[in-house]
C-alpha cells in the first residue's frame, strides 16, 4: 500500500465526484429533503389535537359545562361548543364540517347526574379515522369514569405517569436521524460501487489502471476513504438539520464515529463484490437494488423495526444495515454503549470479510 | 541493434480456436512497429499479451527483457500503453490525469509541455467527457507518456478519427520516433503504416504472412510497376500485338505491366505509331494497401476453395 497513491485516486475521485451534481444532491440534500418531509409530518402528528365538536342539550348546567371542560382538559381533544338551536340536524353539521368527530350531551344530564340515575352522552365518529375515533371514545369514556366516581364518592389510588426510554422523551424526529444516516451509509457507496465497478469494466478502465503501479486493493481503499468522507459529512448535515430545524434529541457521542468508518467499508465492498460478480452494468444495477432496497426499508430506517410483525422482525436481524442502524440509536440515542458494541462488532467482521472477497472478485485484466 | 520486443511462437487459444498461432517477430529499439491485418486477425490479442494484459497458451515473450505476464509490474513502469478509444474517468481534466499519473508513476511530469506535446494545450481545463474523439486519444498519448516509458504500445490510435486528428497523432508518433522510443502500432490504415514504419508484419488468421520494410513486402507481394493511360479498347488491342507485354483494361484505364527500365518507351512509342486518340499518361506502383488486399483476399480465396473441396 503506497499512501501516496491512496491519495492521488482519492482526489482524482473526490473532483470527480463533486462536479457531478447528481451525486452530490443523492448524497448530501435528498437525506435532508427525507429529514423536512418526515420531520413535518411527525411534528404535525404530534402536536395537533383532534376537534370534537359538541352540542349540549343541557343548556349550559354546570355539570355539563363541566363534563366538556374536564374533557378539553386531557389534553387529548380541543372541544369546540356549537350553538344547538342554529345547526340543525347535528349529524348533518358534522358531514357538512369534514366528519369530524362530535359530542352531544343530552337534556337533563346534570338532573340525572345529580339523581345519580344512569345518563349517556352520544359520541359522532367516523369509522375510517381509527385514531380520532380511537383519541375521542377513551377521552370521553376516560371523563365519565371519572365523573361516576366522583359521584360515588371514591377516590383514585392507581395512577398513571408516561414516560419513554432513556432519559429524554423521544419523539419519531429523534429515531429518524441515526435511521437516515444509515440510509446514507447504504445507498450512496452501494449504487455508486455498483455502477463503477460493472462501468470501468465495461469500459475497459480497470485494464487501464492496471497498466500502472496503482494496486486494486490502493483503488478500492480510495473508494472507501471517500465515502467515509461523504458519511461524517451527510451526517454532520444530518443531525445539524435536524436538531437546529426540528429540535430533535441526539447525543453527541465520538462512539458513533466507529459506524461511520465500519458502514461504509461494509457496503462499498459489498457494491464492489455485487458489481464484479455482474456481467453487464444493466444486471449490476439489478443485483444492487435487490440488495439495497430491503435493507432501505426493512431495517429501522423510516419505520422502527419492533413494528414489524414477528418474521419480518427476524428478516431485519440479519439485513447488515439493522446492526449500523441500531448501534447509532444505541450511541445517539440512549447512550447504550455496550449493546453498540455488538452491534459494531457484526458489522466490522462483515466488513473485513467483504473487503477480501471484493478483492479477490474484481479484476483488473481478464484472465 | 538491441531489440525492445522479442516474440516466439506466441500461441493463444480460446478453447479450440487458436487466435495467434505461432507467431515469430522482433523488434528493434528505436523503431516503430506496424502490426496489420483484418479484424479478427490476432492484432489486439498479440497487442494485450506484449503488454502483459492478457497470458499467453504458448510460446515465449519478452518486452524489454521482461515476461509481461509475470513481470507485469516491472514492465509497466517501462511502457506506455494506448488502448483502442481510450477512456478515462468521465469528470476528470487532462492536467489533473496528467498530475494523477505521476503521482502513481513516481514521475513529476509537466501537465503544460506533455499536453503542448500532443497538442492538447487548449483543454487542459476541460472534463475529459467534453473531448473529441481525438482528443481523448491525445489524452491517452499524454498519459503514456508521463514514466517517459521506452517502448509504446498504440492500438488503432487513429481508428475513427477525422483527416486533422489522425495527422495530429502522426505526428506526435513520428516526434516519439526521434526521441529515440520504440513504438508498436496496430492499425487498420496500411497508409498510416506504410508513412510511420520502419517495419510491418501482417497477421492473418492468427499467423505472420508478410513481414519486413513496407517496400520489401510490396516488392516481394505487390505486382510490377505499370505504365497507365486512358484509351479507347482499340488501343489496348493495338498494345498487345505490338508491345508484347500484359495489358489489362477497366473502365477506360488502359495498365500496360513493365518488366524493365526500356518498356517505357517502346509502349510510349507504339502509342504514338498507333496514331489512336490517348491522354493521362502515368505510371503506377503498388502501395502496402494493394498487396495487403491482394494477399488476404488470396488467402480467403483459396480457403474458400479448400472447405468447398472437403
Do not use: C
Not at chain 1, 181 to 193: D, K, W
Not at chain 2, 183 to 195: C, I, K, N, S
Amino acid at each position: 500500500m503506497n499512501p501516496r497513491r491512496i491519495v492521488a485516486d482519492f482526489g482524482v475521485f473526490s473532483r470527480g465526484y463533486l462536479r457531478n451534481p447528481f451525486g452530490l444532491f443523492f448524497s448530501l440534500i435528498f437525506p435532508l429533503i427525507l429529514i423536512g418531509i418526515f420531520g413535518l409530518i411527525y411534528t404535525n402528528g404530534g402536536s395537533a389535537k383532534i376537534t370534537v365538536y359538541a352540542e349540549n342539550l343541557d343548556h349550559n348546567s354546570n355539570a355539563s359545562l363541566e363534563f366538556l371542560s374536564a374533557l378539553n382538559s386531557t389534553g387529548a381533544v380541543t372541544v369546540q361548543v356549537v350553538d344547538a338551536s342554529s345547526i340543525g340536524n347535528f349529524s348533518q353539521y358534522l358531514g357538512q364540517n369534514g366528519d369530524p368527530v362530535g359530542i352531544v350531551i343530552p337534556a337533563g344530564f346534570a338532573q340525572s347526574y345529580g339523581n345519580q340515575t344512569p345518563v349517556n352522552v352520544t359520541i359522532y365518529v367516523n369509522p375510517q379515522d381509527a385514531v380520532s375515533t380511537g383519541t375521542t371514545e377513551a377521552a370521553v369514556q376516560g371523563v365519565a369514569n371519572a365523573f361516576n366516581l366522583h359521584a360515588a364518592g371514591g377516590q383514585p389510588f392507581v395512577g398513571v405517569r408516561s414516560s419513554t426510554l432513556g432519559s429524554t422523551i423521544f419523539g419519531n424526529i429523534d429515531f429518524l436521524i441515526p435511521g437516515l444516516i444509515g440510509f446514507t451509509i447504504v445507498t450512496s457507496p452501494m449504487f455508486a460501487m455498483v455502477e463503477i465497478s460493472s462501468t470501468y469494466k465495461k469500459e475497459r478502465l480497470f485494464r487501464q489502471l492496471s497498466l500502472t503501479p496503482l494496486t486494486k486493493g490502493e483503488w478500492l481503499l480510495s473508494k472507501i476513504l471517500f465515502y467515509v468522507a461523504l458519511t461524517f459529512v451527510s451526517a454532520a448535515m444530518m443531525i445539524g438539520f435536524g436538531t437546529l430545524v426540528f429540535h430533535a434529541h441526539v447525543t453527541l457521542n465520538i462512539a458513533v464515529l466507529p459506524f461511520l468508518f465500519v458502514g461504509p467499508l461494509f457496503f462499498v465492498s459489498l457494491g464492489m463484490l455485487a458489481g464484479s460478480v455482474a456481467k453487464t452494468p444493466e444486471s449490476a444495477g439489478v443485483i444492487g437494488n435487490i440488495i439495497t432496497f430491503p435493507m432501505m426499508f426493512l431495517s429501522g430506517t423510516f419505520f422502527p423495526v419492533q413494528s414489524f410483525n414477528p418474521p419480518l422482525q427476524a428478516f431485519a436481524h440479519i439485513l447488515p444495515l439493522f446492526y449500523v442502524i441500531d448501534g447509532m440509536n444505541q450511541v445517539l440515542l440512549f447512550g447504550n454503549l455496550g449493546r453498540a458494541g455488538d452491534d459494531l462488532a457484526i458489522v466490522l467482521v462483515g466488513a473485513v470479510l467483504l473487503f477480501i472477497a471484493a478483492i479477490i472478485a474484481f479484476k483488473w485484466r481478464d484472465e | 541493434m538491441a531489440e525492445a520486443i522479442r516474440v516466439h511462437g506466441l500461441v493463444k487459444r480460446y478453447g479450440p480456436l487458436a487466435a495467434v498461432d505461432g507467431v515469430d517477430f522482433k523488434v528493434p529499439m528505436g523503431q516503430v512497429f506496424a502490426f496489420l491485418g483484418p479484424n479478427g486477425a490476432g492484432k489486439t490479442t498479440t497487442v494485450e499479451i506484449l503488454e502483459g494484459l492478457r497470458n499467453r497458451t504458448a510460446g515465449e515473450v519478452s518486452v524489454l527483457g521482461l515476461d509481461p505476464w509475470s513481470q507485469g509490474r516491472q514492465l509497466h513502469q517501462q511502457i506506455g500503453v494506448i488502448p483502442q478509444e481510450f477512456r478515462f474517468f468521465e469528470k476528470t481534466r487532462p492536467a489533473e490525469a496528467i498530475r494523477y499519473y505521476g503521482v502513481l508513476f513516481g514521475t513529476h511530469p509537466d501537465p503544460a509541455e506533455l499536453l503542448a506535446r500532443v497538442r492538447l494545450s487548449d483543454k487542459a481545463d476541460a472534463n475529459f467527457d467534453t473531448l473529441s474523439g481525438g482528443q481523448k486519444q491525445k489524452l491517452g498519448l499524454a498519459l503514456a507518456l508521463v514514466s517517459e516509458p521506452k517502448v509504446l504500445f498504440l492500438d488503432e490510435p487513429t481508428t475513427g478519427l477525422d483527416p486533422s486528428a489522425r495527422r495530429g497523432i502522426w505526428d506526435v508518433i513520428r516526434n516519439l520516433r526521434s526521441e529515440g522510443r520504440t513504438v508498436f502500432l496496430t492499425t487498420h490504415y496500411l497508409e498510416e503504416a506504410e508513412l510511420l514504419a520502419d517495419q510491418v508484419a501482417i497477421i492473418h488468421h492468427g499467423k505472420i504472412i508478410a513481414e519486413g520494410t513496407s517496400s520489401s513486402i510490396i516488392a516481394a507481394h505487390g505486382r510490377p510497376e505499370r505504365l497507365r493511360v486512358e484509351g479507347p479498347p482499340s488501343l489496348a488491342e493495338y498494345l498487345r500485338s505490338h508491345v508484347g507485354l500484359p495489358v489489362t483494361v477497366d473502365r477506360g484505364q488502359i495498365e500496360v505491366a513493365l518488366r524493365d527500365k526500356h518498356d517505357p518507351i517502346r509502349v510510349l512509342t507504339a502509342i504514338e505509331e498507333s496514331g489512336i486518340p490517348w491522354k493521362d499518361f502515368g505510371t503506377v506502383h503498388d502501395t502496402l494497401e494493394d498487396v495487403f488486399i491482394q494477399m488476404v483476399g488470396e488467402m480467403d480465396e483459396g480457403e474458400v476453395a479448400a472447405g468447398r473441396s472437403t
